[in-house]
C-alpha cells in the first residue's frame, strides 16, 4: 500500500515493534515521527534504519511519556510542523512486575509509574493530538494492548499493574471509538500476541516481525473493512 503523503506518530520507537514499525510504515511511504525517550537511542536507531534505506522519513521527537511536561513540550512541536496526523500508533509501555507480582504485594510506586507510562500517557498524547488527527481523511489511533488486558477470557498470567492498565487502555479505546464515531477517526486496540522484545523475552513465541503484522493492518485495510473501538488480534476481533 502506498502511504505517500501520509503521517505516522508513533511512541516507543527507538526499539522492538515500535522501530519494526516505524520502518515499515516508512518503507510505504509514510513519514513518521519517532517519539523517543532516549535521544542517543532514537538517533542511533534512525541512523540504523536509514543505512538500510536512505529513502526512509523518519524524524526524531523526545518525550518521556511518564512525564506530562514531555508529552505536553513535543506535542507543542509537532504542531508547528504538521498541519495533519494520519496515524497515531500509542506502542510505548513497560511492565516492572516480577512473575509474583499480585495485588496484595504490589507496590504502590511501580502502580503509579505502570499508570502513568501505559495509561495517562496515551491518553495525554491522543487528548492534545486529536486537533491535527481531525484534519487527516483517514485518520487512526491504535493502542497497543495485551492478552492480559482481556477479562472475558481465562487468566493468562499475572501482573497486575500491566494487567490493569491494558485492560484501561482497551476501555479508553471503545470510549474514544463512540465519541468520534461521526468523525472519521478509527481507533483499535491490538494485541499483537507474545513477542520476542525486551518486555516480552527470548522465551516468547513470535518474531518482531510477526508481532507487527496485525498494527500495519490496522493502518492500511480499507476503513469498511474494519470495526473501530475494537481490539484486534491476528486479524480478527477479539473479546476483552
Not at 511518564?66 to 508529552?71: E, H, S, V
Request: some cysteine.
Amino acid at each position: 500500500m502506498d502511504l505517500f503523503g501520509k503521517i505516522t506518530v508513533i511512541t516507543g520507537a527507538n526499539k522492538g515493534m515500535g522501530k519494526a514499525i516505524s520502518k515499515k510504515l516508512g518503507e510505504m511511504g509514510s513519514t513518521v515521527y519517532m517519539i523517543c525517550r532516549n535521544e542517543k537511542k532514537g538517533n542511533d536507531a534512525i541512523n540504523e534504519l536509514k543505512m538500510q534505506n536512505p529513502s526512509l522519513k523518519l524524524i526524531l521527537k523526545i518525550a518521556d511519556m511518564g512525564r506530562p511536561a514531555d508529552i505536553l513540550q513535543v506535542t507543542q512541536a509537532l504542531y508547528k510542523e504538521l498541519d495533519h496526523i494520519d496515524f497515531l500508533i500509542n506502542n510505548a509501555a513497560i511492565n516492572l512486575e516480577r512473575s509474583d507480582t499480585r495485588i496484595n504485594n504490589l507496590s504502590i510506586n511501580i502502580f503509579e509509574e505502570t499508570m502513568n507510562i501505559n495509561v495517562r500517557g496515551p491518553f495525554l498524547l491522543i487528548q492534545y493530538l486529536l486537533p491535527l488527527l481531525f484534519k487527516s481523511n483517514d485518520a487512526r489511533i491504535i493502542n497497543f494492548s495485551s492478552g492480559l488486558g482481556q477479562l472475558t477470557v481465562p487468566r493468562m498470567g499475572y501482573y497486575p499493574a500491566y494487567s490493569i492498565s491494558k485492560t484501561t487502555i482497551n476501555a479508553i479505546t471503545k470510549n474514544l471509538a463512540h465519541e468520534l464515531k461521526d468523525a472519521g477517526i478509527m481507533v483499535f486496540s491490538v494485541d499483537p500476541g507474545w513477542v520476542k522484545t525486551d518486555m516480552g523475552g527470548p522465551e516468547a513465541l513470535l518474531e518482531i516481525e510477526e508481532g507487527i503484522i496485525t498494527p500495519i493492518y490496522l493502518v492500511t485495510e480499507k476503513k469498511q473493512n474494519l470495526q473501530s473501538g475494537e481490539f484486534y488480534k491476528e486479524k480478527e476481533i477479539l473479546g476483552w
